[in-house]
């Protein structure tokens, strides 16, 4: 698209009257003609951003519209990026994103590589698998995990990782239901939600969004809600050990949870994904409650304890006897989900998690943890040797940072500023979590220390 300038500019007289038939007289010596001015057209390029853009008659999705801002980690990708291009020759250390740092053990990638080379092979070649998982994996998941439970291999679905199934299971569910999360917690809890309809508008004066319950889990309720004064939902998300917080709930606090559950009719979805950073005497799942197999699904992953981040793969129960109100199982509905939206886990990765939970992979998923949570001890002692009073830790990879009466963000702009250093804003989580940040316990133990380093010159 062009744009018409017009400018004007004299010509002669005689060019004029050459012009004009009309003024022309052969018998006239001298012929007197009025000039004329004649347009000229000169073309002008427009910037390709002033373009019109073509667009489709297809509405968006109104619901994407509510979410605020971009995701919470993306959103501090893209702070750190802009912090690099300020500072270039710094050495950033990311204690944010709680992605996992440490190398996948070797007794787990020679079985993926072993099963990544038969499919070179006629005899080893596989295509599609089952959507469930491969049985002999959903046979080594229910017997390293729910030994002695109620939960049975046929209860469970290999995926993509939880965080996957969480969407999927948001699906599942549909936009007529009524949520509860915790405060703070994962963020992809509340979007998933927002995404699928579930939820109002977002209220800024508060920081919620409505039609979603906020159960607030604070250092002064031991992270754990008043369920007295929880309004009852269809679905209460909970995850334990918690993301952001760190805190661990407790049998009884579990077992409390379940009976809320049950009188409501609701339906727990319990994320495990941190359950073998627990060290007390703590339930490392749900089902380890009484009754739990009737309110609650149970999604976990091995992205945190043998660094499959990048390959994934995780899992979800959904037990038989789950029963949505007209008694039809939840378990045959969301197996129509996964077998409509999903062809089933890599079968390299699946070969991953089968070396898992050999009695070496065991071993090795544990040393893994075991390192982290040195980590975490020592960011940890670093915290509270200078003064703040420090949460979370002991039965999670992540330390929770209580910064009172500050805006987390602000926190996190002045560590980032200061240090070079990438933490995750409490606020991030939800309205409960301003005034803290998480820090992430994954790192290579050099960079932890250097953090923390970093963290008592700057706290002194």
């Known amino acids: 698209m062009s744009a018409m300038q017009q400018l004007s500019s004299p010509i002669s007289s005689s060019s004029s009257a050459f012009l004009s038939h009309s003024s022309f007289n052969p018998r006239s010596k001298n012929v007197s003609v009025p000039a004329k001015r004649i347009g000229i057209c000169k073309c002008v390029a427009v910037p390709q951003e002033a373009q019109t853009a073509y667009t489709t008659k297809v509405s968006r999705n109104a619901n994407m ?102 969407s999927r299971l948001q699906v599942l569910f549909g936009a007529n239901v009524t949520m509860a999360v915790q405060d703070p917690s994962y963020p992809a809890y509340v979007d998933s939600s927002v995404i699928m309809g579930q939820t109002g508008q977002f209220q800024k004066d508060v920081q919620k969004f409505q039609r979603i319950e906020y159960m607030k889990c604070t250092p002064e309720n031991g992270f754990f809600p008043d369920l007295s004064s929880v309004p009852r939902t269809d679905i209460i998300f909970f995850c334990s050990p918690n993301n952001p917080t760190g805190a661990a709930a407790t049998r ?168 070079h250093v990438v933490t995750t804003p409490g606020s991030g989580f939800g309205p409960a979590g301003d005034g803290f940040i998480r820090v992430s316990a994954f790192g290579h133990r050099k960079n932890v220390l250097e953090a923390c380093r970093r963290f008592k010159q700057l706290y002194k």
């Open 252 to 419: 009884e606090q579990l077992t409390q949870l379940v009976k809320f559950a049950k009188n409501n009719g609701s339906i727990i979805v319990y994320d495990s994904a941190y359950a073998m950073y627990t060290s007390e005497d703590n339930p490392r799942s749900i089902y380890e409650i009484p009754g739990a197999q009737e309110v609650a699904i149970e999604t976990s992953s091995f992205s945190k304890y043998a660094g499959f981040t990048g390959v994934r793969l995780g899992w979800t129960v959904v037990p038989k006897i789950l029963l949505f109100s007209d008694g039809f199982p939840v378990a045959k509905d969301f197996n129509r989900i996964v077998c409509t939206s999903f062809n089933g886990a890599s079968n390299i990765a699946q070969a991953g998690g089968l070396a898992c939970l050999s009695p070496e992979g065991l071993k090795a998923m544990h040393d893994v943890v075991g390192f982290y949570k040195e980590n975490t001890n020592i960011i940890m002692e670093t915290f509270d040797s200078l003064g703040f009073k420090v949460y979370g830790g002991k039965n999670a990879p992540y330390v929770w940072v209580h910064f009172p009466g500050r805006n987390s963000w602000d926190v996190f702009s002045e560590i980032l500023e200061k240090t």
């Open 65 to 166: 519209a509510k979410l605020q801002a971009g995701y919470l980690f993306p959103e501090i990708a893209r702070r750190k990026a802009a912090h690099l291009l300020k500072y270039p020759d710094a050495q950033v250390i990311s204690l944010g994103i709680g992605d996992t740092t440490e190398p996948i053990p070797e007794v787990i990638t020679s079985a993926m590589a072993k099963r990544a080379h038969e499919l070179s092979t006629l005899e080893g070649y596989s295509g599609y698998g089952d959507e469930q998982g491969e049985k002999a994996l959903r046979a080594a998941i229910c017997s390293a995990f729910y030994s002695g439970l109620t939960v049975e291999q046929d209860d469970i679905f290999v995926s993509d990782g939880a965080k996957c199934d969480i």
